[in-house]
């Protein structure tokens, strides 16, 4: 067991390396690539000896993130979710995030303002949203009755749909990037993990209605996992 053990652990820092270094040809900075180098040296901990697999690799990663400050949850799982097919040897995503410009570089320096869950969830009384914000809301809350939904679970998900807005409000421009900040900062405000893995669930679903995409509502209550990586 222990030459299996010293043998998965060689594995997993090759693919550190591996990934730190096409980072560096990419032209991050030596701060950044230091930064990412201790998560992933934690991480790799708790991969070790694991199997390739999705659901491990999740598993592994989510007490980590508990030790994380919540300044860091963004840098950590941007890592982590670029780690994730050099640890499973990919070379196919690898190839195709390189050429697509798949890694995140140039962190965005926008980040949403600090608050709490509580502050968050009382703000949503009085908080105001302009037609480009209504519009996906309503459509998200309309498919979700299309499908069936109880009106709790509709209200229920529709809030926390707001909350992403509330945090996406100061955002200079409104993309993938500042979404996906938005969304990774937000997440360790949620203390109790099941209300965490629902928000994940709306984030995921209500993404599509924000960017506009045509076959959302064909998306909605496909997929109940709650991912940390979405």
């Known amino acids: 067991m222990k030459n299996h053990n010293r043998m998965d652990q060689t594995r997993e820092y090759r693919a550190i390396r591996a990934y730190l270094n096409l980072l560096q040809i990419k032209g991050a900075t030596g701060p950044d690539i230091l930064k990412r180098s201790h998560f992933l040296e934690k991480f790799i901990v708790n991969l070790i000896g694991k199997e390739l697999d999705g659901n491990e690799y999740r598993k592994a990663l989510e007490p980590l993130m508990e030790t994380i400050p919540t300044d860091d949850w963004h840098n950590c799982l941007t890592a982590a ?6 640890w499973k040897e990919d070379f196919k995503v690898i190839a195709a995030l390189n050429i697509n410009s798949g890694f995140d570089i140039t962190s965005l320096q926008w980040r949403p303002l600090p608050t709490s869950l509580k502050l968050l969830m009382e703000s949503l009384v009085t908080e105001r949203f302009d037609a480009s ?3 996906p809301l309503k459509a998200y809350a309309q498919a979700l009755r299309q ?17 992403i807005l509330v945090r996406l409000k100061s955002a200079p421009v409104k993309n993938h990037k500042s979404y996906r900040t938005a969304v990774d900062l937000t997440l360790p405000l949620f203390n109790i993990k099941n209300n ?3 928000f994940l669930v709306v984030v995921r679903e209500f993404y599509h209605f924000w960017i506009g995409n045509p076959d959302a509502s064909s998306l909605v209550l496909k997929d109940g996992s709650g991912n940390i990586l979405f």
């Open 196 to 198: 965490r893995r629902l």
């Open 81 to 86: 979710r670029e780690f994730y097919p050099f």
């Open 147 to 163: 499908e069936g939904s109880e009106q709790s679970l509709v209200d229920t998900r529709v809030k926390l749909a707001k909350i």
């Open 133 to 135: 914000e209504n519009w």
